[in-house]
């Protein structure tokens, strides 16, 4: 079904909303890429979402859609317009809403998250969750591929919603769904069941799977941590009436961070999503929460000995080194004569940095314009780890050197980059290609 989905590309909906490019979808719907006008008249990246109109009550999905349009919180995705709408002889349904660079799902097929992303992650959920609800609304479907982040905002996506007692869609089954979703009702219970299954998922990067005829609550594995397996444990009773609330979890939640004497996390310390810059007609690459406080690197300038090609190499110390930080954007005369102006070192968190076992090298090509700015950048070698990877294409674009001068104006340089990561920090180095 995605090639017939994705022969609309180019096409146009609603005789204003272009399908730039097929992001993903089912048999039964598709995500695109599209553009709508702000309220300020400028154009604005939007997801739209198409789905057959066969494959539901086509009124009584326009009309969820129509009532959660003027929801409005921080933590929860958009919707900005819903219609009707016909591509060649296929009637559909179709809803703009926010776009959003990242999901979790795509995170876990790399890692888990550690704890202090998962403490960062939760309370923007919850808060996202409880505002549903007290608008009298229920999501239905908390899994890793609805909660998404746009910036630095964690947000829960909002094209699910529907009222409390509806019943559920034919053939929406899902492995989330909770003991008594037999009956065929959603309910605010069903939506904390479902956030147990997705906390312990994220956690260790598997769903539990529960037995119905046990009628029993799944275990929650030993790997997870607390609070999060009180948490968990306490959103999984088979009595929807015993499960906690959207408050009992945040206080929860909050009482840890007391005990372990870590500050309430801010925004900034959210996880905070690495977008990839260049446009692509394929589904945008994930990246990954990313660290959850900003990396500073000590940079030590080495010129190599006289040759025909000019090689500066710089070494991050630990982690939070101030003397790094200065360093990193006031560069030495050593720094300047070698032809590298700024350098920018991938910003790593701490939990990925762990996990690296001897030396990840990733190497990137980038052309240099007259001005002395990075004017394309591209893999030469993209090293085992996409999350590494492309840490160090985001920094190698940052990377500024010296204004072109004599034979060079006009013409493009090369240069090759090298970041080298380890447990102990990240190492970089320079070396201008001849052409």
Partial sequence: MSETWKQWEGRIVGARFPLQSYLGGSDHSAVFLTLRKSVAGDSQKAAIKLISAGAADPEKQLLRWKATRDLNHP???????????????????????????????????????TAEEARATLPPVLAALQFVHDKGFVHGH???????AIGDQVKLSGDTLSVPAENRRAGAASAYDPPEAATGTVSAAADVWQLGLT?????????LVWDPARMSAPEIPEAVPEPFRQIAKHCLQVDAAKRWTMAEMSARLGSASAESALPAPTPAQKSVIVRQRN???KWPY??????????AFFWVARPKPPGPESEVQSTAAPQGAAEGAQR????????????????????????????????IKVRVKVEVDAAGNVADAKFESAGPSKYFSRSALQAAQGWKFS??????????REWMLQFTFSKNGTEASAVRRSR
């Fill in 142 to 148: 908390i899994q890793p591929s609805n909660i998404l």
């Fill in 403 to 412: 204004p072109a001068a004599g034979g060079d104006q006009g013409a493009a």
């Fill in 328 to 359: 990193a954007t006031n560069p030495t005369n050593t720094e300047n004569q070698s032809g590298v102006v700024r350098r920018v070192m991938p910003q790593v968190s701490p939990s990925a940095r762990s996990t690296i076992q001897g030396k």
């Fill in 279 to 281: 446009e692509s007609p």
């Fill in 199 to 207: 906390l312990v998922e994220v956690l260790t990067q598997r769903l």
């Fill in 75 to 113: 933590n929860l995705i958009r919707i900005f317009e819903a219609g009707r709408c016909q591509l060649d002889t296929t009637d559909l349904l179709y809803v703009v809403e926010e776009y959003a660079e990242e999901n979790l799902s795509q995170i876990l097929p790399e890692r888990a998250l």
């Fill in 286 to 295: 994930w990246l990954g929460l990313a660290a959850l406080v900003a990396v």
